[in-house]
């Protein structure tokens, strides 16, 4: 395990000891990027910081199978995935989504890291809106592997264990996510040179 | 990112996404701090505590069963080594799934569902060529497979309606434990659990199917196995979504 491992894991045991201070620290450590993670695959902020908050109150409520010395971060990982999982499933099944006040909720575009579409383009110009915008046209379970091994830096085996797959399922849809990645942003300037 | 990872050339323009992972992250809601608040100390998992579990709840099928109805009748006239070699073999094809299914790699708190399936399905194709090999029988005292594929269909049937009950009580037991843990990939998980079950199946069947005969142990006993399989990759995210509502 890494240090960053063995610091969460560490923070998980006193945790799991009733330690009220090591749930905050947890949450400090792990709520950004889980939250970038929730958002990459929701693709709205509203409903990833919903997720964020579900996800930490089902890692709550299941914390006594945690097994102390283990790594806990993929763990927590695959809670906030199957958290998403449910809340997509749910919203293919509701016709019509409603926020919580009972009005139509807006989308915006948001890309796999959590930048608003608007403050991307200013930040990092037009190649990082054309990439972000080639993201979306990934197939959901090659955006996943992407975004776990190329952005979180999950390993294969934990990639494979957060979306419940093989690892080797995981290398062959990252590598294709790339491929189609780049595919998708070199056509704008081809475009352009022609 | 992890180097021993990053295999693949990263495209040269790829914009410098990583370091957004550190953006901030809103507060917990009252919601989450109000169940926090109240917390206390909880007990933890070992890592071989759902194995043991499981394994002791899908050992009361097999003994109810040799308790309650009748030993095979040729048990006495068997190999003593052969049959202690393929009780072995059916133990370890049951030990083998079920640690696969439920006890996390070290550092780790989840099983691994892609090495679940994997192991999980070695192990039936193990039990099908060891049964492909040897069988059980003693010349004069075993009973022969029966002729034609009716005859022969229909005592398939009698031993898998012996073995998926039993291998049923291990899927639900594995899903009670693991209900709580939240893994993904429950299908390729129950692969493997129901294999485990199967296999428990087929150890009781070893004691109380007198039937000798490759066909009839490949389909029968084996093909149990690969059935219970089938229904653990069906019935556990079933059992696993309904406990997590």
């Not at chain 1, 499933?89 to 930048?115: C, N, Y």
């Not at chain 2, 759902?50 to 050992?59: I, P, Q, R, S, T």
């Not at chain 2, 029988?137 to 005592?155: E, H, N, V």
């Amino acid at each position: 395990m890494d240090g960053e491992a063995l610091e969460a894991s560490e923070i998980m045991r006193r945790y799991c000891a009733g330690e009220q201070a090591a749930f905050h620290q947890l949450y400090t450590l792990l709520a950004p990027r889980i939250l970038a993670y929730l958002w990459g695959l929701i693709g709205e902020k509203p409903a990833a910081e919903d997720l964020l908050q579900h996800t930490f109150l089902k890692v709550h409520e299941a914390r006594a199978s945690y097994v102390v010395g283990a790594n806990p971060i993929p763990w927590i990982y695959t809670i906030a995935h199957r958290t998403c999982l449910d809340e997509m499933r749910r919203r293919k099944r509701s016709r019509v989504r409603l926020t919580r006040d009972g009005t139509l909720a807006a989308e915006p575009a948001a890309d796999i890291t959590g930048a608003a579409a608007d403050a991307r383009a200013d930040a990092e110009g037009e190649l990082a809106t054309a990439a972000m915008a080639a993201l979306e046209h990934l197939p959901g379970n090659q955006r996943e592997a992407l975004i776990l091994t190329k952005v979180h830096g999950r390993s294969h085996a934990e990639a494979a264990m957060i979306t419940g797959t093989t690892p080797g399922a995981i290398k062959l849809r990252a590598h294709r996510a790339y491929v189609t990645l780049r595919q998708l942003m070199a056509r704008p300037r081809e475009k352009k040179l022609a | 990112m992890n180097a021993k990872d990053d295999d693949l050339p990263a495209p040269a323009d790829m914009p410098p996404i990583a370091g957004q992972l550190d953006g901030p992250a809103p507060p917990p809601d009252p919601a989450l701090l109000r169940a926090v608040g109240g917390m206390g100390a909880v007990r933890t998992r070992g890592r071989f505590g759902a194995f043991a579990a499981v394994l002791a709840a899908g050992l009361v099928g097999p003994l109810l069963l040799l308790a309650l109805r009748p030993l095979r009748h040729d048990l006495a006239a068997l190999s003593p080594a052969l049959l202690v070699l393929d009780g072995a073999l059916w133990l370890a094809a049951c030990a083998a799934a079920l640690a696969v299914a439920l006890v996390p790699a070290r550092g780790d708190v989840l099983p691994s569902a892609g090495r679940a399936s994997r192991v999980g399905l070695w192990v039936i194709g193990a039990l099908a060529v060891f049964y492909l090999l040897p069988t059980l029988d003693t010349p004069g005292a075993s009973a022969l497979a029966p002729d034609g594929a009716g005859p022969l269909l229909r005592s398939c049937l009698r031993c898998i309606g012996v073995l998926l009950p039993i291998a049923v009580v291990s899927l639900i037991a594995g899903a009670l434990v693991l209900r709580r843990v939240l893994p993904m990939g429950a299908r390729r998980i129950g692969i493997a659990l129901g294999a485990a079950g199967g296999a428990m199946g087929g150890l009781a069947l070893l004691f109380h199917c007198p039937i000798a005969g490759r066909a009839h142990l490949v389909l029968g006993h084996v093909g149990g196995v690969a059935l219970a399989a089938l229904v653990g990759a069906l019935l556990l995210p079933v059992l696993l979504a309904r406990s997590a509502r």
